[in-house]
């Protein structure tokens, strides 16, 4: 289906990806590892801030939504700098195996990149975890905090999964209409970010805002909760699969439909820092490609 649309509308394959070369490539992969870590580090921490009940931030703004903007906003700044980060524009700051995934069916990726990635993205998250645990446990079990897993709200487990799916589907289409669109393109990370704390003040009561199966899977394996696991795996492919099939087939990127639709893999482009990814941006400098 990929493949036929990308011939179609670009008149090229996902062929070239894949005999881009079959090095690893394990700087990218301890990146994106450190990257999801370190974003999992800032959930454990400003949950713990601003909803543990031996913080006193909940006694100074003691109505749950508000601090759950404040955690939002919190997260998606974290996002953003991550995004925007040295490392991060090195390895293109994916932090989502599913994000990986539908950038190696756009052809964007090759298959040992993106197996490199979504290990390291699930090492990442898990290993982080489970130092948490260990160094605060008695801190990040507590039901206010629950080790930050994401599970169904009171809606239930179909309407979370129908949550999911859509808060997927607009997050992946957001990243590939911004990433390529040359007026747009740098504010892609800003944009997502914001994304993201908007979906963990509006949506996370309902489906606890995952969209990321190394996300929810880190704080499943260290408090042994593993409630409606398969919807945070099943949910998220089917979201922002989509989102590149509608991206491709409506062609909702006018700006440079003289060239391919779908650049680079990276959320920011840097053309200082070196590109793993078949990436029809110009060539970093040579001083840059050999840092």
Not at 57 to 65: E, K, M, R, T, W
Not at 78 to 105: C, D, E, Q
Not at 190 to 219: C, D, H, K, Q
Request: net charge positive; aromatic share 8%; charged share 15%.
């Amino acid at each position: 289906m990929y493949r036929g649309a990308l011939k179609r509308r670009t008149g090229a394959g996902i062929e070239p990806a894949v005999r881009q070369g079959r090095r690893l490539h394990w700087v990218e992969y301890a990146i994106e590892a450190a990257a999801l870590g370190t974003f999992m580090a800032s959930a454990v921490i400003f949950t713990v801030l601003l909803d543990h009940p031996r913080s006193i931030v909940p006694q100074l703004l003691p109505d749950p939504a508000v601090r759950r903007v404040l955690i939002g906003i919190a997260m998606g700044l974290t996002n953003i700098a991550l995004i925007y980060s040295k490392p991060g524009r090195r390895s293109g700051a994916h932090m989502n195996p599913v994000v990986t995934l539908t950038f190696f069916r756009l052809g964007k990726v090759a298959v040992a990149d993106a197996a490199g990635y979504v290990a390291a993205q699930f090492a990442g998250a898990t290993a982080v975890m489970t130092l948490a645990v260990f160094t605060a446990g008695s801190w990040i079990s507590d039901p206010a905090v629950d080790y930050v897993t994401t599970k169904p709200g009171a809606l239930g487990t179909a309407v979370a999964f129908v949550a999911e799916t859509g808060i997927s589907f607009g997050m992946m289409l957001l990243v590939l209409v911004l990433s390529n669109d040359p007026r747009f393109r740098r504010w892609t990370g800003v944009a997502a970010g914001t994304l993201v704390a908007v979906y963990i003040s509006l949506e996370a009561p309902i489906s606890g805002m995952s969209m990321n199966p190394a996300r929810t899977f880190a704080p499943a394996i260290v408090s042994g909760d593993f409630m409606a696991l398969w919807l945070y795996f099943v949910a998220p492919v089917a979201g922002m699969f989509g989102a590149a099939e509608v991206y491709l087939r409506t062609g909702l990127l006018s700006a440079s439909r003289r060239g391919p639709l779908v650049v680079c893999a990276k959320l920011h482009h840097d053309a200082h820092s070196p590109c793993i990814f078949h990436c029809g941006h110009a060539p970093a400098p040579v001083s840059a490609m050999t840092a």
